[in-house]
């Protein structure tokens, strides 16, 4: 099963900051990465398919990039409600690939 | 608006059994692939289970696989997993998710715990 692992797993930052968070899968998915945000207590939020593309409602200080086996999501400008949790996903219809990675917990500086 | 609506967790014993229910409205529901994610506190989301559009094909991950069931009303909007000899480690928090290549819309979650 491709395993996706993320770094950094935690990350201090403040408003304003701009910050990149990387996941590299365990061998090639093309572009098929997602990413969420997820707060506490709450189901996680699409904000990136198919690697680069913003889902709709989703801020464009939020961008993805990459392809292969190695991908990022940067915030261009943190603001206080993106101090969160970030998961990517590889997302694979056939064979049915579905995994995620550990997590990035985004906290204030 | 689109929502996804879980129900049917609680605390149920190891080796029992649970069902749970997913209500879906504001959307076509039978266009789209539903499937059932899980998460412990603290970790990553575990994908579960899919099932295509009308409910032909059904897919489990391995951890699962042979104790659980996924299957879908398209007539009531509904889809359902029925969870057999439940282990401690099955305690989650459930969620029902719409595939639109991508899990786009995600339900607010619905707690198991396995306990004896």
């Known amino acids: 099963a491709i395993q996706l692992t993320q770094s950094p797993s935690s990350l201090s930052a403040s408003v304003g900051d701009r910050i990149t968070i990387t996941c590299r899968a365990s061998?090639?998915?093309?572009?098929?990465l997602a990413w969420y945000q997820q707060r506490p207590g709450k189901a996680p939020r699409l904000l990136i398919y198919?690697?680069?593309n913003l889902e709709i409602g989703v801020p464009a200080r939020f961008s993805g990039s990459g392809s292969g086996t190695d991908f990022t999501l940067t915030i261009s400008s943190l603001q206080p409600e993106d101090f969160a949790t970030y998961y990517c996903?590889?997302?694979?219809?056939?064979?049915?690939?579905?995994?995620f990675g550990q997590g990035t917990k985004l906290e204030i500086k | 608006e689109v929502r996804l609506v879980e129900s049917g967790g609680g605390l149920v014993q190891p080796g029992g059994s649970l069902r749970l229910s997913c209500e879906a409205s504001?959307?076509?529901?039978?266009?789209?692939?539903m499937h059932w994610v899980r998460q412990t506190p603290g970790k990553g989301p575990e994908w579960v289970s899919r099932?295509?559009?009308?409910?032909?094909?059904?897919t489990y991950a391995d951890s699962v696989k042979g104790r659980f069931i996924i299957s879908r009303d398209n007539g009531k909007n509904t889809m359902d997993l029925q969870m057999n000899s439940l282990r401690a480690e099955d305690t989650a928090v459930y969620y029902c998710?719409?595939?639109?290549?991508?899990?786009?819309?995600w339900g607010q979650g619905t707690m198991v715990a396995v306990s004896s």
């Open positions: 998710v719409r595939d639109n290549d991508a899990f786009d819309i």
């Open positions: 504001g959307f076509t529901f039978i266009s789209y692939w």
């Open positions: 099932i295509n559009s009308d409910g032909s094909m059904t």
């Open positions: 061998e090639g998915i093309s572009r098929a």
């Open positions: 198919d690697a680069s």
């Open positions: 996903q590889q997302f694979n219809t056939y064979p049915p690939g579905y995994s």
